[in-house]
């Protein structure tokens, strides 16, 4: 295949797209396709490829990598837990260190997508070795384990305040509230939530479970009307 450009008289030449092939003893072309109204760059382009030239520089300073990383959970998990305001009560609306509730943030959604010890999930957040855009969604830069540590540190500190937060805002005063966690091993392969790790019912080498129960009156009312006929 060749480019050929046609002159056509009084107007502007005919650019084509054409191949040769022989009918015999003779060479007969044949044209594919009319380029006339392709821009001289595009054209270029075509004619450096059918003879086989490099169409772009050749050398390391030609090209330049650049690395996409997983974005679409990250984005649904740090959505939501704005939705519900976290990221405004661990600031206490721009009161605290934007850098430590950035940190708080970045161990929350990694441990709901990736869950894993300090020091893996400071590499996940290293631009070297991320798996996904987490640390570049929160401006993180270099972590380190340490800085994890010390956000948990801070976090502790701040505990009681949150905590007081959470409970003005979804419980009523003098409120009765139950909760449980738990786990169990699992029998299959297929669980997402399903990991590997201590198993304190004895089962090796099964994938591990953790559930909680966390119930206030007006959550369940069946079972408060019986424990209210209990109580009588």
Same mark, same amino acid.
């Given at each position: 295949?060749?480019?050929?450009?046609?002159?056509?008289?009084?107007?502007?030449?005919?650019?084509?797209?054409?191949?040769?092939?022989?009918?015999?003893?003779?060479?007969?072309?044949?044209?594919?396709?009319?380029?006339?109204?392709?821009?001289?760059?595009?054209?270029?382009?075509?004619?450096?490829?059918?003879?086989?030239?490099?169409?772009?520089?050749?050398?390391?300073?030609?090209?330049?990598?650049?690395?996409?990383?997983?974005?679409?959970? %990250? *984005?649904?998990? @740090?959505?939501?837990?704005? +939705? =519900?305001?976290?990221? !405004? $009560? #661990?600031?206490?609306?721009?009161?605290?260190?934007?850098?430590?509730?950035?940190?708080?943030?970045?161990?929350? %959604? *990694?441990?709901? @997508?990736?869950?894993?010890? +300090? =020091?893996?999930?400071? !590499? $996940? #957040?290293?631009?070297?070795?991320?798996?996904?855009?987490?640390?570049?969604?929160?401006?993180?830069?270099?972590?380190?384990?340490?800085? @994890?540590?010390?956000?948990?540190?801070?976090?502790?500190?701040?505990?009681?305040?949150?905590?007081?937060?959470?409970?003005?805002?979804?419980?009523?005063?003098?409120?009765?509230?139950?909760?449980?966690?738990?786990?169990?091993?699992?029998?299959?392969?297929?669980?997402?939530?399903?990991?590997?790790?201590?198993?304190?019912?004895?089962?090796?080498?099964?994938?591990?479970?953790?559930?909680?129960?966390?119930?206030?009156?007006?959550?369940?009312?069946?079972?408060?009307?019986?424990?209210?006929?209990?109580?009588?």
């Amino acid at each position: 295949m060749y480019v050929e450009r046609v002159p056509n008289r009084n107007s502007p030449p005919a650019i084509l797209l054409r191949e040769s092939y022989r009918d015999g003893d003779k060479i007969r072309k044949r044209t594919l396709a009319n380029l006339s109204d392709w821009p001289a760059p595009k054209i270029e382009a075509l004619r450096c490829v059918l003879r086989g030239d490099a169409v772009a520089p050749v050398g390391p300073e030609a090209l330049s990598m650049q690395r996409s990383l997983p974005h679409g959970h %990250v *984005a649904a998990a @740090l959505g939501t837990l704005r +939705k =519900l305001g976290l990221d !405004r $009560l #661990l600031s206490q609306d721009g009161r605290q260190t934007e850098a430590e509730v950035a940190l708080c943030l970045a161990m929350i %959604v *990694a441990r709901l @997508l990736e869950p894993a010890s +300090k =020091l893996a999930t400071a !590499r $996940l #957040l290293d631009a070297e070795t991320a798996t996904s855009s987490l640390s570049q969604a929160l401006g993180l830069g270099v972590v380190d384990e340490q800085q @994890l540590y010390g956000a948990l540190d801070w976090l502790v500190q701040q505990q009681e305040r949150i905590e007081k937060a959470l409970a003005r805002r979804h419980l009523k005063n003098g409120t009765l509230v139950l909760y449980d966690v738990s786990s169990t091993y699992f029998e299959g392969r297929t669980c997402e939530l399903a990991q590997f790790g201590h198993n304190r019912d004895g089962k090796h080498g099964k994938l591990q479970i953790v559930f909680g129960l966390f119930v206030q009156p007006g959550w369940l009312p069946g079972r408060d009307r019986s424990l209210r006929r209990q109580r009588r």
